[in-house]
């Protein structure tokens, strides 16, 4: 990989915001959530997250997520396990949903570490999702339409996440938050999409990228690449 390419991916490594998501509740077109994947990209953010029970989560969402390969897509099977494993991490979760006690979407701290929860295409979020929700928030609208497309929707919401957020300098990070073995996949495939192809279909193990971007192997994993097979 040449220095300009490695330099512009550290620089994006060094932007994810680790603690701003979105999770996508039964959201099953998958141009909706190609679309939502790559706003999350182009915002900073480094993982979403998905609900859809049965067999269909995996190949619905391994296929729409590789439109965006800069973004992982953590997959739950239930809503409950989603919320939980994101309250964990501490972050306060926000349902897309126009109820009484719902606040404009502008006027909550987005530099708090955050999840917006979006709902199903025809049926929105799910009741249960709304009891675990910490807050409901609507973009308002005056015109005749009630509702905007789902991946509309959660762009509006991520760029006032990001915009909160670069005014208070969240963007301005010189080195990645991201845990290492992250950063080292995202330069491997980033930088080397062939080889990573390659080696992910030999299951072979990733090599470490060097901080002039270049990969650093064993003589044997390069013989391990070039067998035939």
Request: charged fraction near 20%; proline fraction near 4%.
């Amino acid at each position: 990989m040449n220095l300009q390419r490695h330099a512009r991916i550290r620089e994006m490594l060094a932007r994810r915001q680790t603690d701003l998501t979105v999770c996508m509740e039964q959201v099953h077109k998958p141009h909706n959530v190609s679309a939502i994947i790559r706003t999350a990209d182009a915002v900073g953010v480094h993982e979403v997250h998905a609900i859809w029970p049965g067999n269909r989560l995996r190949t619905m969402y391994s296929s729409a997520a590789g439109s965006n390969s800069w973004v992982q897509v953590k997959t739950h099977p239930t809503i409950d396990d989603a919320v939980v494993h994101l309250k964990q991490q501490g972050m306060q979760i926000l349902a897309t949903h126009l109820s009484d006690s719902a606040v404009d979407f502008r006027e909550i701290d987005y530099t708090r570490p955050t999840c917006i929860l979006m709902g199903q295409e025809k049926t929105g979020i799910t009741q249960e999702a709304l009891d675990l929700a910490d807050c409901d928030i609507i973009i308002p609208m005056i015109g005749m339409v009630q509702s905007l497309n789902v991946s509309v929707a959660s762009a509006l919401i991520l760029y006032e996440a990001q915009r909160q957020r670069q005014n208070a300098g969240m963007y301005q990070r010189h080195n990645s938050m991201l845990p290492d073995a992250d950063q080292q996949r995202l330069l491997f495939e980033g930088g080397f999409p062939v080889l990573a192809k390659v080696a992910k279909r030999k299951g072979l193990p990733y090599p470490h990228i060097t901080d002039s971007g270049e990969i650093d192997a064993e003589p044997g994993w390069w013989a391990a690449m070039q067998a035939a097979g």
